[in-house]
């Protein structure tokens, strides 16, 4: 990908380092955070479903500062990418983009949501309209998931910008709102189209990366590899041998990988009605 040098989205906060949570163990509140979010099948919206990906990077240790400047730069530039893209078609629609903004943090940071915490990988919270992110997910991507490159470390930006996207449409409090009357199955299978649409919604940013050569050869097939590492197949099997189907929340390795490539290839939101698709 072509990102060096570009421009970067203003919209950025940084607290990396600020000390709110630093590398600690996951805090009580934290803790409820997590069951509650376990026990609703509502996740906050983060690129990756149970089970968790075990202790993380930012537990361990921390990034090389290069690989973390190296990152840092890319999500900044990333997300003005989403801004342009998301800017180009809601306006093309009469209609106009309120951005996200992207936090930047270590370790545990509080949010609208309750206290974020590395672990949980990144996520969007509706309550905020804010993306968090730890940058040493690059480190559990490529190192757990086997999804390295920095169009893989784009496509999670995009997703979770893709929530926020959801967000502005009403999708999300609509969604949110039916998965509080329906079972957990049913509530599952709504996560799923959820996380599914975010993925298409990369895509159209993805979509936009090609239109602007932004992509170079062997970056959708990094995208791509990325969306199939993060299937909730995938991560189960990883983690416990097996794959248990009413448990997704984010779904397969091959939907997530069909529906990021609706969108890339698309680039068209109507083409994103996960819902629909039965
Ligand atoms: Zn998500």
């Known amino acids: 990908m072509k990102w060096q040098g570009r421009t970067r989205s203003r919209n950025v906060e940084d607290r990396r380092g600020s000390g709110g949570g630093g590398r600690k163990t996951p805090g009580i509140i934290g803790i409820i955070v997590l069951l509650v979010g376990a026990y609703y099948?509502?996740?906050l919206s983060?690129?990756?479903g149970t089970p968790s990906l075990g202790p993380t990077s930012a537990q361990q240790s921390s990034l090389n500062p290069q690989l973390e400047s190296q990152l840092e730069e890319l999500s900044h530039v990333v997300?003005?990418?989403?801004e342009a893209a998301w800017k180009d078609y809601f306006g093309k629609h009469g209609q106009s983009y309120t951005p996200t903004t992207l936090v930047l943090y270590t370790g545990g940071t509080q949010t609208a949501c309750g206290m974020g915490q590395a672990a949980m990988g990144p996520f969007y919270c509706p309550g905020d309209k804010k993306v968090y992110l730890d940058?040493?997910?690059y480190e559990d991507m490529r190192t757990k998931l086997g999804a390295a490159g920095d169009a893989a470390f784009a496509y999670v930006i995009a997703h979770?910008?893709?929530h926020h996207v959801q967000n502005l449409l009403g999708i999300l409090p609509q969604v949110h709102q039916a998965q509080q009357s329906v079972g957990k199955t049913q509530a599952n299978a709504l996560s799923v189209k959820l996380e599914l649409q975010a993925d298409c919604f990369a895509g159209i940013w993805g979509h936009y990366a090609v239109n602007q050569q932004i992509f170079e050869a062997g970056d959708i097939e990094k995208a791509m590899n990325?969306?199939?590492?993060?299937?909730d197949d995938r991560l189960q099997q990883q983690a416990q041998g097996y794959a248990v189907p009413d448990s997704f929340t984010h779904g397969s390795s091959a939907d997530r990988m069909k529906?990021?490539?609706?969108?890339?290839?698309?680039?068209?939101?109507?083409?994103c009605n996960t819902f629909d698709a039965g």
């Not at 990325?226 to 299937?231: I, P, R, T, W």
């Not at 529906?259 to 083409?271: A, C, P, S, T, Y």
């Open 41 to 43: 099948g509502v996740d």
């Open 46 to 48: 983060g690129v990756v």
């Open 79 to 82: 997300l003005a990418d989403t």
């Open 135 to 137: 940058l040493s997910f």
């Open 160 to 162: 979770e910008v893709g």
């Open 226 to 231: 990325a969306a199939a590492s993060v299937g």
């Open 259 to 271: 529906w990021l490539k609706r969108g890339l290839e698309g680039g068209d939101i109507n083409q």
